[in-house]
């Protein structure tokens, strides 16, 4: 396993993204304190170019490390109970 954590552009997202083995998804949290964050930085595209990228897998990280840990794990296991069912079907 190897774990990128930190992508911030189309081309980083579409190089991840464009093998089906790979698993990209965002983290997003709501009620961010942006209180004294300067605006152009809110809005530089290495904050904002993939608001609208297609991502597979949404984790809203809302509540406690442990909550994040288990949809982690939750994401983990579907997507390799799926990627096994691939291979036993032959659809590689």
């Known amino acids: 396993i190897y774990i990128i954590p930190d992508t911030r ?38 904050e904002c170019e993939l608001d609208d990228y297609g991502f597979r897998h949404v984790i809203h990280n809302n509540g406690t490390i442990e909550d994040l840990r288990d949809a982690l794990i939750d994401l983990y ?10 291979d036993s079907v032959g659809l590689y």
């Open 9 to 46: 552009f189309l081309n980083e997202a579409q190089y991840t993204d464009h093998n089906e083995d790979n698993l990209l998804l965002r983290l997003e949290r709501r009620d961010v304190d942006e209180d004294g964050v300067p605006e152009y930085v809110l809005k530089s595209s290495s």
């Open 77 to 86: 296991i579907e997507w390799n109970t799926d990627q096994f069912h691939k």
